[in-house]
């Protein structure tokens, strides 16, 4: 207990003045940042949501391979360059690299991803309605 009490305590009387402190405020948040940084469900969401389109690509996949939906031209075709990129050899970091060679597919993966959300979101409204 003794050494808890004798503990220095550090003077912030004088850094007091660089603070805007309003008795009418709880907390100051001029300098604010935006609300997905604030928030940490953000980033998490984010994941969700990597995990909700990759669940709904297999799916749109496996319909259309059955002939329940038809796949457009566009997508098919970013799906297969991005895995033809996934599979080959030939890559911008090479996967000898630990991490950094999965880096590179992991981008390709959540740019085709990205480029086809619409049509993933078109596939669920469709999947909902049948």
């Given at each position: 207990?003794?050494?808890?009490?004798?503990?220095?305590?550090?003077?912030?009387?004088?850094?007091l003045?660089?603070?805007?402190?309003?008795?009418?405020k709880?907390?100051?948040?001029s300098?604010?940042?935006?609300?997905?940084?604030r928030?940490?469900?953000?980033?998490?969401?984010?994941?969700?949501?990597?995990?909700?389109?990759?669940?709904?690509l297999?799916s749109?996949l496996l319909?259309?391979?059955?002939?329940?939906?038809?796949l457009?031209?566009?997508?098919?075709?970013?799906?297969?360059?991005?895995?033809?990129?996934l599979?080959?050899?030939?890559?911008?970091?090479?996967?000898?690299?630990?991490?950094i060679?999965?880096?590179?597919?992991v981008?390709?993966?959540?740019?085709?991803?990205?480029?086809?959300?619409?049509?993933?979101?078109?596939?669920?409204?469709?999947?909902?309605?049948?």
């Amino acid at each position: 207990m003794d050494k808890v009490n004798n503990v220095r305590t550090k003077q912030i009387d004088a850094n007091l003045e660089h603070f805007n402190i309003s008795p009418n405020k709880a907390s100051d948040t001029s300098l604010g940042f935006p609300e997905e940084v604030r928030d940490y469900r953000y980033r998490s969401a984010d994941f969700r949501k990597i995990w909700d389109y990759l669940g709904l690509l297999f799916s749109m996949l496996l319909d259309s391979f059955k002939g329940k939906y038809p796949l457009p031209k566009k997508t098919a075709l970013v799906l297969i360059l991005a895995f033809l990129y996934l599979i080959s050899p030939v890559d911008i970091a090479p996967d000898i690299f630990p991490l950094i060679g999965f880096v590179d597919d992991v981008a390709v993966l959540a740019f085709a991803l990205n480029f086809i959300k619409d049509e993933l979101e078109n596939y669920r409204a469709w999947k909902m309605s049948n």
